[in-house]
């Protein structure tokens, strides 16, 4: 009995080494008072859920006789905002966002198990992407109150002069030429939920312990993405947006009877 104990495969030896306790001592923290900090964050300007429906034929081989289980992810190439509508921060020369197509683009991962007709075979495995894109309309702000998309337009301008000599036609040779370029945070998208609602089966019915090689899905897929912009916050009692006011040759536009222009959009 001991030599066909000892004739079995023992565990390997594994090589370990002990840990040296390490001392664990509280460090203080001295806190700084500030009034009114100015932070630099990206803001949720929207969280739309769009609904995707998408048809595709899906190719299995060998040939399946039953379907599974079916997973699926989704993977997004694109979410980008194009503004179609602006709205001028008073006192300043930028923009705010009123509305804006929203271009989203992506593919659905499927990872399909079925049964071929092997009487005992192992599951066979299909994966396959479903590429889908489209666009929605959202409109600024979501909510009362709520945030937008901020943008600086560039500025161009030029200045033309008459012919000293005359005064009666333009000098060709000479031009005053300015450029004002804004560079802006290019609003982003984020995924945060994807549910999908999905009806697989053969177009042609397959009869039972028989088998079909082609899947039709019809998917309904419900997409939940966050759309943000960095953007600097001024912290406090009615924390607010703070856009900068830069030289130009367009002044920014004052409010009706506020002859000091403000710094700030709330």
Known sequence: MSEQFDSQIQPCPVTST?????????TQLIATPVTAPTIKIPVVLAEPTLQIVVESDITLTPAATEIKRVKKHVFLNQVKLV??????????????????????????RKNIEYASSACSGALRDRIADVPFSGFTDLTFPQTIGGSTPILGISEFAEANFLNEATQMDARLDKAFFQNLVKYNEQPFGELVAANFFE?????IMAAPECTFSTLREKIVLELTVK????????????????????????????PPGNPTPPSEFC
């Open 18 to 26: 002990e840990q040296i306790p390490l001392t664990n001592d509280f």
């Open 83 to 108: 503004p179609v509508n602006f709205a001028r921060i008073a006192g300043t020369d930028y923009f705010r966002v009123t509305r804006a197509k929203l271009f989203v683009a992506g593919h659905i």
């Open 199 to 203: 009806l697989d089966f053969s177009p």
């Open 227 to 254: 759309v943000l912009q960095v953007q600097q916050i001024r912290l406090g009692a009615g924390s607010s947006v703070v856009t900068p006011v830069l030289p130009g040759l367009t002044p920014p536009v004052s």
